[in-house]
């Protein structure tokens, strides 16, 4: 049987609307998840730290605050410099397009609007984490 | 069992103090890798350093607030370092967990003195997960001087902490008087100090009574747990709360009940391990399953316990077969 996969749900910055990210995380809860809640206002450097002595293989973040631009890359490099490159970066909050784009090539992984499905995200992520995982096995 | 190379270096690194290798090693324990077996094996000697302690309780006595209050107390008055293991429940439904105790930590979440590893129970009964006591042994592997191991939130019969650690402290909030009541037969007569938590609430004083009524009910001509009264929110208590843990584990090191203590709770594990390798031997690759469903869709008889005569008798004549009878 497969181990469950663990995912890092928080909410870095300012803004304190942490609906979103509660949603997401009850809804990968019930896709069979293992959903670490890290909660508001946690900074990249905390979020990281979460990250890794949790051994997530997902982070998922919730930015409604127009700050994604910085936030998203800024945990991906941290996860980055502390060698947890394989952890899957996802996410989502009010991101226009051409931003999700950008980020995609930044290594960010897909990000979700307002009105996406849920069923998709939980499927995204265990594709994305079966890769990895078999990745992993044939390394 | 022979340790690889993969399994020695890792093990190296988290006798170091890396955190990142510590994680690791938590997951292939979790996960029942059998890489974690044999790295066991090879460190289990040195362990036993860190003092293990169970906070316990019923959902919302505030354990997870608890957790860190203590951790920013020892962290301040002595720099301990801590290792933090927080049990949440596992759906029975569709596996997942939602684990939110580190909401109520996140003032601990940049100090590296402070390692938190959130558990889920994956289909364990007892309040811990099944990975729970192997966690801790990384924690001490790893070097910290104090794990606490926060439970589910419990009802009445979840003890498995008391076989998991050094020293058990039951959280109890007012308001939480029919609780008690009902608590009697199971986790009360297993603590070995009473925390009435949320002391600033009106009541406090007189939860404490009743406390000390059941023990005494209870407890015959034993020596009686302390009950302390706190605050995990202003703090208040918290130093006598922190004080009375260490004192209570020097004594009980010191009269030697911590030795036994630690005797039996690895003799309860090993025995644990064997259950599940026995019942999984029988079920799984002896074919008792199978077994089970021909004989109840068969004629004969619906007793159970001769259904299960039978089929303990189909398995030890398996076994005989085998030869390892």
Request: glycine content about 10%.
């Amino acid at each position: 049987m497969q181990p469950p996969i663990r995912v890092l749900v928080a909410k870095p910055g300012l803004d304190g609307h942490d609906r979103g990210a509660k949603v997401v995380a009850a809804a990968l809860r019930d896709a069979g998840m293992e959903v670490v809640y890290g909660g508001l206002h946690a900074t990249p450097e905390a979020i990281v730290e979460m990250a890794l002595q949790e051994d997530v293989e997902v982070v998922g973040l919730s930015i409604l605050s127009g700050a994604h631009m910085t936030l998203f890359p800024k945990v991906r490099r941290l996860l980055d410099e502390a060698g947890a490159d394989d952890v899957l970066l996802t996410g989502g909050g009010i991101i226009p397009k051409a931003d999700m784009d950008a980020l995609a090539r930044s290594g960010v992984g897909r990000l979700f609007g307002p009105g996406a499905s849920l069923d998709e995200l939980a499927t995204y992520i265990r594709g994305e984490v079966e890769r990895r995982r078999s990745a992993a096995r044939s390394a | 069992m022979s340790v690889t190379v993969e399994e020695e270096m890792l093990v190296d690194r988290v006798r170091s103090g890396d955190a990142r290798a510590a994680a690791r090693l938590m997951t292939w324990a979790e996960r029942a890798d059998a890489r974690f077996a044999e790295a066991h094996a090879g460190f289990a000697a040195g362990l036993g350093h860190a003092r293990r302690l169970g906070i316990t309780g019923p959902p919302g006595a505030g354990k997870s607030t608890l957790v860190e209050a203590l951790c920013k107390h020892w962290r301040t008055s002595d720099a301990r370092t801590l290792g933090v293991l927080a049990v949440d429940p596992s759906s029975p439904f569709s596996g997942g967990a939602l684990l939110g105790d580190r909401v109520r930590m996140s003032a601990l979440s940049l100090d590296p003195g402070v390692f938190v590893r959130s558990m889920a129970t994956r289909g364990a009964f007892g309040g811990l997960a099944r990975a729970t006591d192997d966690l801790a042994d990384v924690l001490d592997l790893l070097g910290r001087h104090t794990i606490l191991v926060e439970t589910v939130g419990v009802g009445q019969s979840e003890v498995d902490v008391v076989r998991s650690t050094d020293l058990t402290v039951l959280v109890l909030h007012p308001g939480a008087g029919d609780t008690i009541q009902a608590m009697k037969a199971g986790l009360m007569e297993a603590a070995d100090l009473y925390v009435v938590n949320k002391s600033d609430l009106p009541d406090a004083e007189r939860l404490v009574h009743e406390i000390a009524d059941a023990l005494d009910l209870r407890r015959g001509d034993r020596e009686r747990p302390p009950v302390v009264t706190v605050s995990a929110v202003t703090g208040a208590g918290l130093p006598q709360l922190a004080q009375t843990l260490d004192r209570l584990l020097d004594v009980r090191t010191a009269d030697g009940r911590l030795a036994r203590r630690r005797t039996e709770n690895l003799a309860s594990r090993v025995r644990r391990l064997v259950d599940a390798e026995l019942r999984r031997e029988a079920w799984e690759r002896a074919g008792l399953e199978g077994e089970l469903v021909r004989r109840m869709a068969g004629p004969g008889t619906l007793s159970v316990y001769a259904l299960a005569a039978g089929l303990l008798a189909a398995f030890r004549a398996r076994a005989a077969e085998r030869g390892d009878a």
